[in-house]
Nanobody, 116 residues
């Protein structure tokens, strides 16, 4: 059974930092482009950042560019999202998945709340 389990969310003040982790099990994702997505209440789930299997290329949404960094650890089959200078508008549930995402791989996500 393939699982992607997100962790690392929490409550942080504006300007603070958090590091999210996505631990994969059931298969290796070493040849997959992986992405972090987020969904705020009443809004669509959007791609925030993605990283290719080679780690040469990374994509960032305009709203997070320069503040977020995506990385991966092949040995741990884990993808990370370092989030710095957080803003209240970053408040969302954050999910990881392949990019493009596969419906069966959505996990429960991890909630990030940024207070002003």
């Amino acid at each position: 059974q393939v699982q992607l389990v997100e962790s690392g969310g929490g409550l942080v003040q504006a300007g603070g930092s958090l590091r999210l982790s996505c631990a994969a099990s059931g298969r290796t994702f070493s040849r997959s482009t992986m992405g972090w997505f987020r969904q705020a209440p009443g809004k669509d789930r959007d791609l925030v950042a993605a990283i290719t299997w080679s780690t040469i290329d990374a994509y960032y949404a305009g709203s997070v560019k320069g503040r977020f960094t995506i990385s991966r650890d092949y040995a741990k089959n884990t993808v990370y999202l370092q989030m710095n200078n957080l803003k209240p508008e970053d408040t969302s549930v954050y999910y990881c998945n392949t990019n493009p995402p596969l419906p069966a791989y959505w996990g429960e996500g991890t909630l990030v709340t940024v207070s002003s």
